[in-house]
């Protein structure tokens, strides 16, 4: 098996399930020694078990990534345990449902310290390693719902329309010293994402989103996460929009 990453250093954070799981296992695939990171500690145990079953190696670091300290525990702990980091993927992220009328405005500050906080200090903490390396790559996960708001959207898509400005801002201001950033931005995928939405008819709308017959599979964005990370150095994809082909009109 041709293996890309081989003798590379990566962090997932958001990797116990959905795309951040399946980034950490293609990243293992394509050689990649992996850091992972997320609240669900008891998941991450098992994906390091079956990254090392399949020949990989692998670390759980667990920590949730809207605190400030387990953020950059995170990226301090990979560095300390595993010698550099080379990669980053900001995967960690939630949806909620969050219109305007009669609005819970901590349900906006939730949305906004988990998908745009949470990667500004994993980032903030990653990049003077990857400076000092002279390399490093940062992929964020972001969301076609931060190209377009929608009624019931405006949390979810003002952090990733957030996160998609700021992660080119990182681009523009680390490429010429080599450090690549990318903003990949996924359509309806087949995921978690709407189980911890606390509108019930929303969360259900969601979930159906998600689970319909031709939405994006969790490995097709780790797989184009891999693709990316391969591309030679002189080349930055530096934003990339996967959806399902059944989705023409989003």
Known sequence: MTQPLAGKVALVTGASSGIGEAAA????????????????????????????????????????MAVEDDARRAVAETVERLGRIDILVNSAGIMEAGGIENCDTAIYRRVI?????????TSAAAVPHMLEQGVGDIITISSLAGRKGGPMTSAYSASKHAVNFMTDGMRQELGGRN???????????????????????????????VAKDGAVKPRDIGEAIVFILAMP??????????????????
């Open 113 to 121: 310290d988990i998908n745009l906080m949470g990667t500004v200090y």
């Open 179 to 209: 450090i690549r950033v990318t903003t990949l931005m996924p359509g309806a995928t087949e995921t978690e994402v709407g189980d911890n939405i606390s509108d019930p008819n929303w969360r259900a709308a969601i979930q159906a989103h």
């Open 25 to 64: 296992l293609c990243l293992a695939e394509a050689g990649a020694t992996v850091a992972l990171s997320a609240r669900r500690a008891e998941r991450l145990a098992g994906l390091v078990a079956r990254i090392e079953e399949a020949g990989g190696r692998a670390i759980a670091i667990p920590g949730d």
């Open 233 to 250: 150095r002189r080349t930055n994809i530096s934003e990339i929009s996967i959806r399902p082909t059944i989705d023409t009109s989003a």
